[in-house]
């Protein structure tokens, strides 16, 4: 028994605690609430007040004049101008590095492509003697002159055809 009975002042004490902390915590979401009824109102600027703001500062009377209204809004267009230029010359600055490296890969393959074609005639002068050789060799062969020979002979020709 002796147990139990303290056991329910424990809990009575318990839930008036309870009670008292939810108490306080209604009491200051209240206030919470009505500070947040009274926050500034601002306009796109994030810096005038609204005309409907309602907070203590223009409730006092301190709510922008007309004359600070305009230069606010003047500041924000010139603001936003700033902005807008300064994008549009990144995108420019952009633009014009890409055009920049299209130009370099295009510089690039066309000193490719032009090595490719001077390789390409190499290769077909190189066939075309080798060619020419064979037909010589052939021929010489034809005329009678052992392998050896035709050989020596097809040979003293290039050479002299590389001196001229
Ligand atoms: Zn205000």
């Known amino acids: 028994m002796k ?8 809990c009575r004490r318990t839930v008036r605690g309870y009670t008292e902390r939810i108490i306080s ?3 200051t979401m209240g206030r919470t609430l009505s500070l947040l009824a009274r926050l500034p ?5 994030g810096i005038t007040h609204r005309r409907d703001c309602e907070c203590v500062r223009c409730d006092a009377g301190y ?15 010139e603001q936003k101008a700033r902005e807008q230029a300064a994008r549009e010359a990144t995108r420019r600055k952009e ?3 890409m055009k920049l490296a299209v130009v370099d890969v295009f ?23 080798a060619d020419e050789r064979l037909a010589q060799l052939w021929q010489l062969r034809r005329a009678g002159l ?18 001229d």
Not at 3 to 10: E, K, Q, Y
Not at 107 to 129: I, K, P, T, Y
């Open 3 to 10: 147990g139990a009975r303290g056991g329910g002042g424990t």
């Open 25 to 27: 915590t209604v009491t």
């Open 41 to 45: 109102r601002f306009e796109d600027d």
């Open 63 to 77: 709510r922008p004049t007309e004359h600070e209204r305009a230069a606010a809004r003047r500041r924000q267009v």
């Open 95 to 97: 633009r014009e590095r």
């Open 107 to 129: 510089v690039d393959e066309q000193v490719r492509a032009a090595n490719d074609q001077v390789q390409a005639l190499r290769d077909a002068r190189d066939r075309a003697a």
């Open 146 to 163: 052992s392998l050896p020979e035709a050989i020596d002979e097809v040979e003293r020709r290039a050479a002299g055809g590389t001196r």
